[in-house]
């Protein structure tokens, strides 16, 4: 069954320190998305991409850096990490030939502390 | 940039009855989007719908262009309806879509 997976599912860090979130998805979609959702804000494009080595500057990219290796996997890597990226991440893939199929993952929750 | 907002931001039903939830937006758009979210986290797309009327099953969709906004209907609402509501818009979307808050719909015997 087509599927996009996160991993991990929950994440502790602490501040200053480098993590690393990673999104694999089956569907072959060729644009894949990661998003932070936050209470008061809803869901916020970090980055996205159009294909394998393809990254893109979303939103709110700022302390954000992302790769995109292959068509299935998508990682999204903070470098220094703070508290104020304490959140929920969600990895989405999309194939713009067919708009309705827009698939999630279930989500990381980091803390940073 | 794109306003999406969604009303109500949260709705308290009895087993049985029907809602209307409301998405608003301040530009033009390609595509628009209803998906449903557990509690717990993910999120699932119910429709797309960049215009017109849609159905699926008890859930009914639908968008009016001219006057930026749509409407996600629920009919006979079960407890398994419970949970937050998102639309999201996008001008193109390869490049993402922009998110509303959400309505939290609760449904209880």
């Known amino acids: 069954e087509a599927a996009v997976t996160q991993s991990p599912r929950n994440k502790v860090a602490v501040t200053g320190g480098k993590v690393t979130l990673s999104c694999n998805q089956t569907?072959?979609?060729?644009?894949m998305y990661w998003y932070r959702q936050d209470t008061g804000h809803g869901l916020r494009l970090i980055h996205y991409?159009?294909?394998?080595?393809?990254?893109e500057k979303g939103d709110i990219p700022d302390g954000y850096k992302a790769s995109r290796p292959s068509q299935e996997n998508f990682s999204l890597i903070l470098e220094l990490a703070t508290p104020s990226q304490t959140s929920v991440y969600f990895c989405?893939?999309?194939?713009?030939?067919?708009?309705?199929?827009?698939?999630f993952g279930s989500g990381t929750r980091l803390l940073v502390i | 940039g794109q306003q999406v907002q969604q009303s109500p931001a949260s709705l308290v039903l009895q087993e049985g009855e029907n809602a209307e939830l409301q998405c608003n937006f301040s530009?033009?758009?390609?595509?628009m989007q209803w998906f449903y979210q557990r509690p717990g986290g993910s999120l699932v797309s119910l429709f797309y719908n960049p215009s017109g009327t849609k159905h699926s099953g008890r859930l009914t969709s639908t968008t009016v262009i001219k006057e930026r906004r749509s409407s996600l209907h629920i009919s006979s609402s079960q407890t398994t309806d419970s949970g937050t509501y998102l639309c999201a818009l996008a001008n193109n979307y390869a490049q993402g879509l922009t998110f509303g808050l959400g309505t939290r719909v609760s449904v209880f015997p």
């Open positions: 530009t033009s758009l390609n595509s």
């Open positions: 991409s159009y294909g394998a080595g393809s990254t």
């Open positions: 569907n072959n979609h060729n644009n």
């Open positions: 989405a893939s999309g194939d713009v030939r067919a708009n309705s199929d827009y698939t």
